[in-house]
Every structure is written in structure tokens, then in C-alpha cells.
């Protein structure tokens, strides 16, 4: 049981989904209520465009919506074959758990626009190493 903890700790360090928990949608979901906007669904292929530049920001040591080379979100995303119409994206650092990556978005207006604009259908989210943590929002075509 014991090494089941430590692998589940450590798997959560190193770009593990976050969106497995359910509370995630349930978070940016209430926050897109208190907007009136509509729900929006996790999507797999959101979630490991967030994780691979979630992880590259940790393992090249730095904090930047462009990529080591130059990629911006929507180049990494459809690098993940997601045909997208909207595309944006959220990054934060430091914060320790999903808690408080989302208030430190919501109360952050460039990051809560993102997460309540009327044309997002779909998010995925991911914790890097470091607590890097990135959610790419889009509308898919």
C-alpha cells in the first residue's frame, strides 16, 4: 500500500492528469456558471498538449506560453492532431494543488476570460514537475 502511495505521488508530480478527478471540470465549470456560460467536457488530446509543455517548461527551466522552440498553443495542440477553431491557453507556478491553481487563475483577468469565453467547448489540464501547472481551452472545428 505504501509503494502505492509513493507511485501515485510521484506520478502526480511528473505531468499526470489532473482531469482524471473529476473536480477539476466541476471547478472551471462552476466558475463558467457564475458566468453564464455553458459547460465545457474534458478532452484527452487538451490534456497531453497541456502536460507536454507542462513538463518542457520544468525539464528546459522556464515559465512562457512559447515553447523552447517557439511553438505557441495552438502549435503544440494541433501537434496533438486537434483541429481547432479557438485556442487558448493558462499557465501558472507554484501553486500546490489544483485548489489553488484555479483561484490564482480566476482571480488572475487575462487567465479568467480564457476560462469563461462563450467559444470554449473543451479544456484539458495538467501538473507538471515543478508545479507547472497548463490548461489549454479551445473549440474544436
Not at 502511495?5 to 477539476?24: D, K
Not at 466558475?31 to 513538463?55: F, P, T
Request: charged share 20%.
Amino acid at each position: 500500500m505504501k509503494n502505492l502511495l509513493i507511485a501515485c505521488t510521484i506520478a502526480m508530480s511528473f505531468g499526470a492528469p489532473v482531469m482524471a478527478n473529476p473536480e477539476a471540470t466541476q471547478l472551471i465549470n462552476e466558475v463558467r456558471k457564475d458566468k453564464r456560460r455553458k459547460a465545457i467536457r474534458y478532452s484527452k488530446v487538451l490534456e497531453a498538449a497541456a502536460a507536454g509543455h507542462a513538463n518542457e517548461m520544468a525539464a528546459k527551466g522556464y515559465f512562457s506560453h512559447t515553447g523552447a522552440n517557439g511553438s505557441s498553443v495552438g502549435d503544440r495542440t494541433s501537434a496533438q492532431g486537434y483541429k481547432w477553431c479557438f485556442i487558448a491557453e493558462n499557465i501558472a507556478r507554484g501553486q500546490t494543488s489544483l485548489q489553488e491553481a484555479m483561484v490564482a487563475w480566476t482571480n488572475s483577468k487575462g487567465h479568467y476570460k480564457n476560462m469563461t469565453d462563450k467559444k470554449v467547448r473543451e479544456f484539458g489540464l495538467a501538473r507538471g514537475a515543478d508545479n507547472n501547472w497548463v490548461m489549454v481551452l479551445a473549440k474544436p472545428c
